[in-house]
């Protein structure tokens, strides 16, 4: 079965980075058929997508984000990236990484099956 592994979140200052991963099993991350996406949900908030990417191309990117955070993949690692910079204290949320088996790939969550437990990024003023 499909399984989905987040880890790098934490604390930082609003202006700092952090570099989130995902590492993937269960399915042929091979870089091509899934779609992968990392998406956000704050207390009180519903899930928003914030980046998707398919087989390293296509890169997605919620308009928020845009300019601040980058999307790739590693697919000898089969782990799956999100690097943010600039971070705001609007960004602090669980950050949940998620699989489809489409070429489609938007960052819509219902589209997505699969996801992992997320991991939390808390960015203080």
């Known amino acids: 079965q499909v399984q989905l592994v987040e880890s790098g979140g934490g604390s930082v200052q609003a202006g700092g980075s952090l570099r989130l991963s995902c590492v993937a099993s269960?399915?042929?991350?091979?870089?091509?058929?899934?779609?992968m996406g990392w998406f956000r949900q704050a207390p009180g908030k519903r899930r928003e997508g914030v980046a998707t990417?398919?087989?390293?191309?296509?890169?997605r990117y919620a308009n928020s984000v845009k300019g601040r955070f980058t999307i790739s993949q590693d697919s000898a690692k089969r782990t799956l990236y999100l690097q943010m910079n600039s971070l705001k204290p609007e960004d602090s949320a669980m950050y949940y990484c998620?699989?489809?088996?489409?070429?489609?790939?938007?960052?819509?969550?219902?589209?997505?099956?699969?996801w992992g437990q997320g991991t939390q990024v808390t960015v203080s003023s």
């Open positions: 998620a699989a489809r088996n489409a070429y489609d790939c938007y960052p819509v969550p219902s589209m997505f099956p699969y």
């Open positions: 269960g399915f042929s991350y091979s870089g091509s058929g899934y779609c």
């Open positions: 990417i398919y087989s390293n191309l296509n890169p």
